[in-house]
Nanobody, 124 residues
């Protein structure tokens, strides 16, 4: 599976961005997809996951209610709509694919395939 993330950029606090991750190489509905992020000096953090059938799971402490994950089965693409952005959302955002359906979905080791990352910078 190949993953290509895009859509990052510089935005002011309170603004919005939509990240996209185009996938190829395998039947789109055969894997769950997720977004992780890594802020400077911090470990990679789970942001959100969407299951094969479309159900979303979020990091409730940091993004619940502000971010929405979705997937387009026609375009083989997963999205992360980010609203009410805060400076602490500044990070490189990565998309990832999980074909095994494991239970440790907040851990990066659960995901076999990764995109290259896209930078999101939120200014105060």
């Amino acid at each position: 599976v190949q993953l290509q993330a895009s859509g990052g950029g510089l935005v002011q606090a309170g603004g919005s961005l939509r990240l996209s991750c185009a996938t190829s190489g395998r039947t789109f509905s055969s894997y769950a997809l997720a977004w992780f992020r890594r802020a400077p000096g911090k470990e990679r953090e789970f942001v959100a996951r969407i299951e094969r059938t479309g159900g979303g799971i979020y990091n409730e402490d940091s993004v619940k209610g502000r971010f929405t994950i979705s997937r387009d089965y026609d375009k083989n693409t997963v999205y992360l709509q980010m609203n009410s952005l805060r400076p602490e959302d500044t990070a490189v955002y990565y998309c990832a694919a999980d074909s095994s359906g494991g239970v440790y979905y907040t851990q990066s080791r659960e995901y076999e395939y990764w995109g290259q990352g896209t930078q999101v910078t939120v200014s105060s």
